[in-house]
């Protein structure tokens, strides 16, 4: 993530996925951003779920939920619907990493790192 280019850290995440969805192949950086924060945002998310729930639930817990959820509803889920779906599965308020990880890396604040 250090070594990406600036136009790339100043992205959100959202941009960031956005672009990935029409230009993945064309820049190979981009695809190693939305690998690299995802990775990462996977790693504080399973993290925070574990302390939160005295090591009850976890990140899998979340999206087996997920999985069952969408077929439940027979759709896809948004981005924005994650958090809430992820605390049904696992009683966490998981806003807080979500907010964290949606910003430009120019603006995160990494403590898995």
Do not use: C
């Amino acid at each position: 993530m250090d070594e990406a280019p600036v136009f790339l850290k100043n992205m959100s995440l959202a941009e960031l996925s956005e672009l990935a969805s029409t230009q993945y192949a064309s820049d190979p950086r981009i695809g190693d951003q939305v690998m690299a924060r995802g990775f990462l945002m996977a790693n504080d998310l399973d993290n925070y779920i574990s302390e939160k729930s005295n090591h009850k639930k976890s990140l899998r817990d979340a999206l087996i939920y997920l999985y069952n959820w969408s077929l439940r509803e027979k759709r896809g889920f948004t981005f924005n619907e994650l958090p809430g779906i992820f605390q049904q599965a696992t009683g966490v308020n998981v806003k807080p990493v979500f907010d964290e990880w949606i910003k430009p890396t120019t603006e995160l604040k990494i403590e898995s790192l």
